[in-house]
Nanobody, 127 residues
Framework: VQLQASGGGLVQAGDSLRLSCAAS????????MGWFRQAPGKEREFVAL???????FYADSVKGRFTLSRDSAANTAFLQMHNLKPEDTAVYYC??????????????????????WGQGTQVTVSS
């Protein structure tokens, strides 16, 4: 599976951005797709995820501002980000893995659960 992330950029606080993540190769019918971010000097942290057949799940820090959606025909996931804040500044990564039916939302909020990663796209929010 190959993931191609795009859509990052430099914006001002309060602006919006939409990130995209296109999956190609031998993708799965039962999967989990997630977004993580990593700021300089910090660990990679969970942002949002979607398990096939389930509703998206969000980190508390982005709930109500970010929306994860997916175009199944294009095998592409999107992260729509509204009301961006300077603390949202980070490199954003999309991730993908085969869905374990026993895996909960909390289980998949760890980067270690994902086998495939995109290259990352920088989001910078100025105050």
């Amino acid at each position: 599976v190959q993931l191609q992330a795009s859509g990052g950029g430099l914006v001002q606080a309060g602006d919006s951005l939409r990130l995209s993540c296109a999956a190609s190769g031998r993708t799965f019918n039962v999967f989990v797709m997630g977004w993580f971010r990593q700021a300089p000097g910090k660990e990679r942290e969970f942002v949002a995820l979607k398990r096939s057949g389930d509703s998206p799940f969000y980190a508390d820090s982005v709930k109500g501002r970010f929306t994860l959606s997916r175009d199944s025909a294009a095998n592409t996931a999107f992260l729509q980000m509204h009301n961006l804040k300077p603390e949202d500044t980070a490199v954003y990564y999309c991730a993908y893995t085969l869905k374990d039916l026993a895996g909960s939302y909390d289980y998949y909020s760890s980067p270690a659960r994902f086998n495939y990663w995109g290259q990352g796209t920088q989001v910078t929010v100025s105050s």
